[in-house]
């Protein structure tokens, strides 16, 4: 079960300590149920990412913890407006950030893109 709750960075300060070098950074918002599963969505997203080999193009990933909404993750998902799980943040260098919440649409606008 995972415990605690990391405390929201701002999201730009988040990126530009991560790498200096970046191109496109994507993150993975996953929600962690009250039982310390992810949720079903998230956990199929996640199995999906891993048998297609796009796993290693996911620079980072966060968790949104049912029930904390301090947690990174709700604290991202309320920045961004976003009531989805999983979700996906897709930063590139002097863009604003694109969320993604469907799945297949960021396989198609992004991963396969770059592969």
């Not at 961004?80 to 930063?91: G, L, N, R």
């Amino acid at each position: 079960m995972i415990k605690g709750t990391a405390t929201l960075l701002n999201h730009r300060q988040m990126k530009a300590n991560s790498r200096e070098d970046w191109i496109m950074k994507i993150t993975m918002i996953k929600k962690v149920m009250t039982d310390g599963n992810l949720c079903k969505k998230c956990q199929d997203v996640q199995e999906r990412l891993e048998n297609s080999g796009h796993i290693h193009r996911i620079d980072q990933f966060v968790t949104a913890i049912d029930g904390d909404p301090n947690s990174t993750g709700m604290l991202l998902a309320e920045m961004y407006q976003v009531d989805k799980a999983p979700f996906f943040i897709v930063e590139e260098e002097d863009k604003e950030p694109v969320i993604y919440t469907i799945y297949f649409k960021l396989v198609k606008e992004i991963l396969e893109k770059a592969a």
